[in-house]
Structures are given as C-alpha cells and as structure tokens.
C-alpha cells in the first residue's frame, strides 16, 4: 500500500457524459501527478500540482482539467468523454518539488467509456 | 521533442538468472532524471531505481542496477538473481523540464521457475 488512495477504482459511462477521479496523497506529500495509462497511447504524464498551484503539464486535453486543493486532495475532470479516454488513471504524490523525489502510486482507476 | 525507446517488447528469464532490459532515449536537454518503474499484474506502479543525469556513477538498489551511458542516451536495467516476483511490466521514464515524464513502451518480463 504507497499510501495513495483513488477513488472510484472502476467507473463506467457513456460517451459525452463528465466524470471526476479523486485522489488523496500521501500523508505530507503536497505533490501530486496524473498519469493516463491506455492501450493506444501507453503511459502518459498528464498534469502536476504543487501545493494548490499547477506546475507542469504534459499531453493533457483541454476536455481535461485538474486542481489540487487547500486539504491538498487532487481531482481530475474529465468532460465530454470519447471512447478513446478509456484508460487507467493514476495519481502519484511526492513530498516536495525537487523531481528526483520518488513519486508514489495510487492503485488506478479504471475508466470505461461506452 | 524527446523519446524513450523500449526495443524489447517481452523478455524471460530463469529464476536466479540476470536479465537486462534495454533503454534508450533522445533529447537536447542537459538536466534531466531517469527511472525504471515496475507494474506487475496488480497494476500498481513501483519506482525500482532511479538516476540523474547529472551523476556519473550508476545506481544500484539491491538486486536492481543500471547501466547509465550519457553519451550513447542508454539506461538500461540489470536484474540479478532474479525472483517470482520480478514478473511484471517494465518501464523506462525520461524527466525533464521540471516534471514532465515520458515513458517508453514497456518490457515485458517473464521469471520462469
């Protein structure tokens, strides 16, 4: 257990329809990181926050958007689902913003679009 | 833009044998880290070792070493001894600017008994 907790571990809908993946990071870590895991596209960074303030960004869609918030617990929105979004999502949190940090894993959650 | 090139898509090995992973990479970036990440079949994600670039001499974490060849853009992953329970997906990591993180394609690894 990394001490990453995700919710919801599954989530299935429907083309069109917006879902929000929720993370809480480790006890301390003030940063986190979403990650997208698919078959097409493989592992992909998407976006990371540092104590409530967007850091970096990867190959985030605009139909994404995340925030970190004060209790440092992290959402990731995702809107007008595709089939394609299908994926794993991770969360991961680190404990500071030097990025040889190791960043720790949640277990994922599964989204499938229909 | 950067790359990271994962050549061998599956790989076995025997138990208590070495197996290495191969990586390579391609950037113009001076600063950077490396990583490799396993994912066994529970899907969770575990960093195994990681480098800076920066650093010359190679990591090593128990069983896990790597060999880091700056000039040649080469990371590659030794596994000794290896166990059961080093069965799993293998992922080769490039961050740079920061934060942002570029995963190779992933190795597949086999311990047989």
């Known amino acids: 257990d990394s001490g990453v907790t995700q919710t919801p571990k599954h989530l299935i809908t429907a083309t069109g329809q917006r879902v929000t993946l929720r993370c809480s990071p480790r006890?301390?870590?003030?940063?986190v990181y979403w990650y997208q895991q698919s078959l097409d596209q493989g592992l992909q960074f998407l976006i990371q926050?540092?104590?409530?303030?967007?850091?970096a960004k990867g190959n985030i869609l605009e139909r994404f958007s995340a925030q970190q918030f004060p209790d440092l617990h992290s959402e990731l929105n995702l809107s007008s689902l595709e089939l394609g979004d299908s994926a794993l999502y991770f969360c991961a949190s680190s404990v500071g913003l030097d990025a040889y940090n190791e960043q720790f894993f949640g277990p994922g959650t599964r989204l499938t679009v229909l | 833009a950067q790359t990271v090139t994962q050549s061998q898509p599956e790989m076995s090995v025997q138990e208590a044998e070495t197996v290495t992973l191969s990586c390579t990479y391609d950037t113009s970036e001076n600063n950077y880290y490396l990583f490799w990440y396993k994912q066994p079949p529970s899907r969770q994600m575990i960093l195994v070792i990681r480098q800076e670039a920066y650093k010359q001499q190679n990591a090593t974490e128990n069983r896990f070493s790597v060999n880091f060849q700056k000039a040649a853009k080469s990371f590659s992953l030794k596994i000794s001894d290896s166990q059961l329970g080093d069965t799993a997906m293998y992922f080769c990591a490039f961050m740079f600017g920061g934060f942002k993180t570029i995963f190779g394609a992933g190795t597949r690894l086999f311990v047989k008994a």
């Open positions: 006890s301390g870590d003030l940063s």
């Open positions: 926050y540092y104590n409530g303030e967007e850091r």
